[in-house]
């Protein structure tokens, strides 16, 4: 039976783990997939190298409004998805390469279970055995269990999710995307810049409902002229006649029925957990089957590191690099390669993005969640349309939310609208730091007329006690 120094299951963050600490470590890989995980290969760095695309579709459509006429701007699925995989597959088969080329380290490819304290049986029909694990086993997405039909992915059939969605061979005339999280945004956003016709299914009144009221009333008011997006409605059953799918839905309007050529179910993801037998190496879980982690990242079992998905509350690509960084450090302190104090995990502020048409970016709490905290704070709502680079856009709907405390103390961020990803990090930056929010917005210079200004504004426009 094999036995390693450190064990990684996982090939997405965690296959960053090997600092130069790790060069006379006997390490060993166990990865059943593509090597780059969720994020490279089926996840962000393709979805978003779709959404470019899109964007520039979208943006040729509303150049009307600045007084430029685009003839109608179509786009090109195979050419756009050649591009995008050409260049992202060779990525992932270069990293299980390099991997394999090096002498302290074997890859398995191969699934893992845990049967024991450290211990783990292969798919392959090994045994192995580790000093020190490290769980970095992602997420997956998950399917409508109680919809006999969606209840099982089937690319052929045309049932995805966003694992197989974009490498279709061709493009749908129509599509239903079930969901109203970022995935199901995102996906709505590109599809219908490409020319399919989108219908939107989410069972909520509100759809990104992790995002402050306003933005995400913002974004569907947004969109109601591109695809057809319909709240507080349900898919019930699902049915193919042999051509299409007829998709039974509950909603507001009652029971109707949606014909489709392909579904994209986009209903979230759930941590890998189960496939693991976590239990086993007693692995202790969250009620939503992530593993318990303390501040320094290792698990309710000796020895064992976890990390990303699996673990993390922020199914989010830069928290999971951020991770790796913290378990490669004390991996290296605990296997005696580096004379150092363990590193705590730091996620007080967290931002994300939706890149979506307008993109959305946030971090820290809603206006409701602070109410609910009985949080004292003041806001202010910087819109872009009422700064000079706002105007040469001619923007409809884009705006700034800053919640502080009253002495100056920036507790969130919430953005709608162009390049707001971009904009929100000096505000990003400010929280991490403790900066005052009046000191950012005077103490440097903003470049006039850029858009930046917003946020500039949002800063002094906040009442703060001094």
């Known amino acids: 039976m094999p036995h390693h120094e450190l064990v990684i299951i996982g090939t997405g963050s965690g296959n960053s783990l090997l600092t130069e600490h790790f060069d006379d470590v006997d390490v060993a890989i166990i990865e059943a997939g593509r090597f780059g995980g969720t994020c490279l290969n089926v996840g962000c760095i393709p979805t978003k190298m779709f959404v470019l695309p899109a964007d520039r579709v979208e943006q040729a459509h509303d150049a009307a409004r600045i007084g430029v006429t685009i003839e109608r701007a179509r786009a090109d699925w195979a050419a756009i998805r050649d591009r995008i995989f050409a260049r992202i597959d060779p990525i992932a088969d270069g990293g299980e390469e390099y991997r394999v080329s090096q002498p302290n380290v074997t890859v398995y490819k191969a699934e893992a279970r845990f049967t024991g304290d450290r211990r ?25 269990e109680d919809v006999p039909g969606l209840d099982r992915l089937d690319p052929a059939g045309g049932v995805h999710t966003s694992d197989t969605v974009m490498r279709m061979d061709t493009l749908p005339r129509r599509m239903v995307i079930i969901g109203g999280g970022f995935v199901a945004c995102e996906f709505a956003h590109i599809f219908a810049a490409f020319g399919v016709d989108v219908v939107q299914l989410q069972r909520s009144d509100r759809v990104l409902k992790q995002e402050e009221v306003e933005v995400s009333a913002t974004y569907a008011t947004a969109v109601a002229d591109r695809y057809d997006l319909r709240l507080r409605t349900v898919a019930t059953a699902a049915r193919y006649d042999g051509e299409q799918w007829v998709i039974t839905t509950r909603g507001p309007e009652g029971e109707t029925e949606i014909e489709t050529d392909t579904v994209l179910l986009a209903v979230g993801r759930t941590p890998n957990t189960d496939r693991l037998d976590a239990a086993a190496a007693g692995l202790q879980t969250e009620w939503d089957g992530r593993l318990v982690v303390d501040e320094q990242l290792r698990t309710t079992a000796p020895q064992v590191w976890a990390l990303g998905d699996i673990c993390s509350e922020h199914q989010l690509k830069h928290v999971a690099n951020h991770e790796a960084r913290i378990v490669a450090h004390n991996a290296a302190v605990a296997l005696g390669r580096l004379d150092a104090e363990p590193r705590t995990l730091d996620d007080r502020v967290v931002p994300h993005g939706v890149f979506s048409y307008p993109q959305i970016a946030a971090f820290g709490p809603t206006r409701e969640e602070l109410q609910v905290r009985g949080v004292e704070f003041v806001s202010y709502t910087q819109r872009f349309s009422d700064v000079a680079y706002g105007w040469a856009l001619e923007d409809q709907y884009g705006l700034l939310t800053v919640h502080a405390t009253p002495e ?4 969130a961020a919430h953005c709608i609208g162009p390049d ?3 904009l929100i990090q000096p505000l990003i930056q400010a929280a991490t730091f403790g900066q005052h929010a009046h000191e950012v917005a005077r103490g440097q210079y903003w470049i006039h007329p850029a858009l930046a200004e917003v946020v500039e504004n949002a800063l002094l426009g906040l009442p703060l006690a001094n």
Do not use: K, N, Q
């Not at 100056?408 to 507790?411: A, K, Q, V």
């Open 120 to 144: 783990l049986s292969l798919s392959s029909g090994e045994e192995v055995t580790a000093d020190h694990v490290v769980v970095a086993a992602g997420s997956r997405a998950v399917l409508l």
């Open 408 to 411: 100056g103390r920036i507790l």
């Open 420 to 422: 707001s990803s971009t």
